[in-house]
């Protein structure tokens, strides 16, 4: 490993904080300097992970009308994307999600709901009934993308057999309020600690490519260094028309591993998924994001836009020589 970088790995794997001066050379990282931060990722990643990888998917179960405005999302009432409409969806579909998820390899199933959250009632009484199933007729980890969430909900979530809590803070405090302005960042802060609270694991991460700072990248990685969640989904913005981010320019191939990497580092013990746009901001550098410290990816389609063909992506797992738990 190379001499500059094996420092860092080392202080990544004992569990010392990298800091923000670190965080950044690794984001201007070019070139052979670039790949060497790469390998210690991988490195890391191999030591708490081995070569194994978990795929995981998910189900749009309830589709656009959401009153919130978050600038990147095509389900928002606000913007004017055309994204399909509809109800939550019966338990017999998201049951059978589950079941299309687990013979695709995935080892988690994400239940997503759009709204600013779901209210008791009919709605929430069909996902207790939907994760019961889940438990009983599979073997795949139910999680659910809720929105903001009381102490109740997360505990009768839990008794119903739910194991994870999926909650993308989005993007850094400090940029938050020119990506949404209908609720509060601490809302988001708060869903999170209250999932953890009722033993749920948490799911929490971020969407990379909607104008913020690489300050802003790193701020984001050490908030949820500070919130201690379990795994990271990365997600890299793929501009929606009708959005207010319609025009905005993807990130590079590099830009998506650089942020990957600084991850690993932040994030050494964490699973770090990357998840919507990986098809269209890392085109042909896809199987790198193992090679940059990744120890998951999600397969099929994704909120409102389509994955790859899943043939596609199997084959690129066989080819990237990973190990998928199941
Ligand atoms: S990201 Fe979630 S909360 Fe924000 S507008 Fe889209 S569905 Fe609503």
């Known amino acids: 490993m190379n001499e500059k970088v094996k420092p860092l790995v080392a202080k990544s794997i004992r569990g010392d904080e990298i800091t923000i001066d670190e965080s950044r050379r ?19 990643k191999e030591h708490y992970f081995a070569d194994r990888v978990d795929l995981c998917s998910i189900i749009n179960a309830k589709s656009g009308h959401c009153p919130e405005n978050c600038s990147f999302c095509a389900q928002s009432l606000h913007h004017q994307a ?121 799911c929490c991460g971020g969407i990379f490519g909607l104008g913020e700072s690489i300050e802003q990248r790193i701020e984001l990685g050490m908030i949820l260094r500070e919130l201690d969640v379990d795994s990271v989904p990365l997600n890299f913005l793929s501009p929606v028309a009708g959005t207010p981010l319609q025009d905005a320019k993807m990130l590079s191939p590099m830009d ?16 770090i998924t990357v998840c919507g746009g990986r098809e269209k901001n890392l085109g042909e550098f896809q199987s790198a994001i193992f090679m940059a410290g990744a120890s998951g990816m999600m397969i099929g389609n994704y909120l409102t836009t389509s994955g790859r063909n899943h043939a596609v992506d199997e084959q690129m797992l066989i080819n990237a020589e990973v190990t998928i738990n199941v």
Not at 31 to 43: K, R, S, V
Not at 118 to 124: R, S, W
Not at 260 to 269: A, E, S
């Open 82 to 202: 055309e994204v399909p409409i509809y109800p939550l969806r019966s338990v017999d579909e998201i049951v059978l999600g589950a079941m299309q998820a687990q013979r695709n390899g995935s080892h988690c199933y994400g239940i997503v709901t759009s709204g600013t959250r779901i209210k008791p009632g009919d709605e929430f009484s069909t996902l207790l009934s939907a994760l019961r199933r889940i438990n009983r007729e599979t073997t795949i980890a139910p999680s659910v993308s809720l929105g903001i969430l009381d102490a109740e909900s997360a505990k009768a979530l839990f008794k119903a057999g739910c194991k994870t809590y999926h909650h993308n803070l989005e993007t850094a405090r400090s940029y938050f309020p020119q990506i949404c302005t209908t609720h509060d960042y601490q809302e988001d802060i708060e869903t999170i600690i209250c999932a953890k609270k009722a033993g749920l694991k948490t």
């Open 26 to 44: 690794i984001l201007h990282a070019k070139g052979a300097e670039l790949t060497a931060y790469m390998a210690g990722a991988h490195g890391i």
């Open 256 to 271: 998506c591993l650089r942020i990957i990497c600084l991850y690993r580092y932040l994030l050494p013990d964490k699973h």
